[in-house]
């Protein structure tokens, strides 16, 4: 059994340099989402992972954000911030799962260090293209995440929610839980996604980042 249920994932996230960051609200954002029905909450930082697994009791996806000289990975870039959301509460760690070059350890290896000594926690694959997709499935990942999609020099351009390549990921692994993840704003854009056949979707700056929320809108009437 999966750890996340099928549905509506929240990420709640401020990173540094944003309004938000620091004032530690984003415990208040997760119980707003999970009253609002989210099934599961994405977040960064582990102080934030334990105000929100006291404040909730869904499952929530952990990441570390942590740049690295020379390289463009950021997302639990590491095994330092592996260990470091492995002593935390988060349910599932979820890893950048793209080809670009790593600061330090492999992917492979990252893995395998989750598998042996926190074979309690899942593992979700923060990809970009068909190609990491098949690393991570290759790996054993359980969940398959769009979350880079036109995040990467090899994506940058395209439009996301990139509905045809989330319906090639569905089709292609079958029996991998593929999470939805970037650029859906609006409900008939995630009515879409979920006609795919995901297994979930992540919505973050729509619901939980009022800045994003404001450009957002502004920028219709400019």
């Given at each position: 059994?999966?750890?996340?249920?099928?549905?509506?994932?929240?990420?709640?996230?401020?990173?540094?340099?944003?309004?938000?960051?620091?004032?530690?609200?984003?415990?208040?954002?997760?119980?707003?989402?999970?009253?609002?029905?989210?099934?599961?909450?994405?977040?960064?930082?582990?102080?934030?992972?334990?105000?929100?697994?006291?404040?909730?009791?869904?499952?929530?996806?952990?990441?570390?954000?942590?740049?690295?000289?020379?390289?463009?990975?950021?997302?639990?870039?590491?095994?330092?911030?592996?260990?470091?959301?492995?002593?935390?509460?988060?349910?599932?760690?979820?890893?950048?799962?793209?080809?670009?070059?790593?600061?330090?350890?492999t992917l492979d290896e990252l893995v395998a260090y989750i598998r042996k000594n926190?074979?309690?926690?899942?593992?979700?694959?923060?990809?970009?293209?068909?190609?990491?997709?098949?690393?991570?499935?290759?790996?054993?990942?359980?969940?398959?995440?769009?979350?880079?999609?036109g995040y990467t020099a090899a994506t940058k351009g395209m439009t996301i929610p990139?509905?045809?390549?989330?319906?090639?990921?569905?089709?292609?692994?079958?029996?991998?839980?593929?999470?939805?993840?970037?650029?859906?704003?609006?409900?008939?854009?995630?009515?879409?996604?979920?006609?795919?056949?995901?297994?979930?979707?992540?919505?973050g700056s729509a619901i939980t980042r009022p800045m994003d929320i404001t450009r957002?809108?502004?920028?219709?009437?400019?």
């Amino acid at each position: 059994m999966a750890k996340l249920n099928r549905g509506l994932i929240v990420s709640c996230q401020a990173v540094k340099g944003e309004p938000l960051y620091g004032l530690g609200i984003m415990r208040h954002f997760a119980r707003c989402a999970v009253l609002g029905g989210a099934v599961g909450i994405r977040t960064g930082y582990v102080n934030e992972i334990e105000e929100i697994k006291q404040e909730v009791s869904v499952p929530v996806i952990g990441i570390i954000k942590q740049e690295y000289e020379g390289s463009d990975v950021y997302i639990t870039p590491t095994l330092k911030e592996v260990k470091e959301l492995i002593a935390s509460s988060c349910d599932v760690i979820a890893l950048d799962c793209t080809r670009r070059a790593r600061p330090k350890e492999t992917l492979d290896e990252l893995v395998a260090y989750i598998r042996k000594n926190a074979p309690e926690k899942e593992i979700m694959a923060d990809c970009d293209c068909m190609e990491s997709a098949e690393e991570a499935a290759r790996l054993g990942f359980d969940y398959i995440g769009t979350t880079m999609r036109g995040y990467t020099a090899a994506t940058k351009g395209m439009t996301i929610p990139d509905y045809d390549f989330i319906a090639a990921l569905v089709k292609k692994f079958p029996g991998v839980n593929i999470i939805a993840e970037g650029g859906i704003w609006e409900a008939g854009q995630l009515e879409k996604v979920w006609s795919l056949g995901v297994y979930a979707v992540v919505i973050g700056s729509a619901i939980t980042r009022p800045m994003d929320i404001t450009r957002h809108f502004a920028k219709v009437i400019k």
